[in-house]
């Protein structure tokens, strides 16, 4: 009988314990502000078949006053591009801070590697030993990533039309071993679909011949993605305020085509595949 009388009593005193206690209120932050984390380069993103995608590719940065003018058209157009850095052409605290500009701006711009030395052996392009040299190739490449502090692993190889993404190789047989090695590390190397050439110092194409170019490309089919036109230029043909206008020209006329959507390379398809 004891025994029973004390277990009564306990529950009791556990039931009169639990009555008694206040629910603990939940955590309200009553000043709390949600801020969406700032996109970081290489962050995948959706594609819409629908839309043909642009991706404009300025190579040799930092080239200025090429550089900071077509930055600037870019900018003024509200459109995204690509920059492919060299890290030898880094020389002096302005070229340093036009790099710093270059990677501090993502989403806007993106900062891709396209060498130190940009092929460059005593002095001089000397594309054919370069490649030959794999090894010390892939060395450059990991140097200007390191030296320059490049965020994402996308390449493109001084003097060559070359891709390469997971295992699949396509350009010139001298750049092969290159390719496979920077393949195996994970690198991305992006060629491109067309170019706007350079005529000496100057862009060789008329405004109205590059939007040709563009349509004629995407009408073809023949882009290395679908849908998607990579195109290829030099920061130092738009230095000139004419040739600045024919650039901002060029990117009027494509912006009113609803179906074009200007994007970084991190947004390439062969880049975001895993
Ligand atoms: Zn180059």
Not at 80 to 104: E, I, M
Not at 127 to 145: G, H, M, P, Q
Not at 232 to 243: E, I, N, T, V
Request: charged share 25%.
């Amino acid at each position: 009988m004891s025994i029973i009388k004390t277990t009564i009593g306990l529950i009791t005193i556990i039931s009169l314990a639990a009555c008694n206690s206040k629910p603990t209120p939940p955590t309200v932050k009553k000043d709390s502000i949600i801020v969406a984390a700032a996109p970081k380069p290489g962050d995948p993103i959706k594609l819409d078949s629908s839309k043909r995608y642009i991706y404009l590719t300025w190579d040799d940065s930092p080239q200025p006053p090429g550089t900071t003018v077509s930055k600037g058209v870019f900018h003024q157009q509200g459109v995204k591009a690509t920059f492919f850095v060299v890290g030898s052409n880094q020389v002096g605290p302005f070229k340093t801070r036009v790099v710093d500009s270059l990677r501090n701006a993502y989403p806007e711009f993106l900062m891709a590697n396209h060498s130190y030395s940009h092929a460059k052996i005593n002095g001089k392009d000397n594309y054919s030993l370069f490649y030959k040299r794999a090894d010390s190739a892939v060395v450059d490449f990991l140097k200007n990533e390191k030296e320059l502090n490049v965020g994402v692993k996308i390449i493109r190889l001084p003097g060559n039309n070359s891709w390469a993404g997971k295992g699949k190789i396509q350009g010139p047989k001298s750049t092969l071993e290159v390719c496979k090695r920077l393949d195996s590390l994970g690198y991305k190397i992006i060629g491109w679909d067309i170019e706007w050439n350079q005529n000496k110092t100057v862009p060789k194409e008329s405004v109205d011949e590059m939007v040709k170019k563009v349509n004629d490309k995407f009408e073809s089919g023949y882009t290395f993605e679908q849908n998607c036109l990579v195109i290829l230029s030099h920061d130092r043909l738009f230095a000139k305020p004419q040739y600045a206008d024919s650039l901002s020209k060029f990117i009027s006329i494509l912006k009113k085509d609803p179906r074009n959507v200007f994007e970084t390379l991190d947004h390439y398809p062969l880049v975001m595949r895993k």
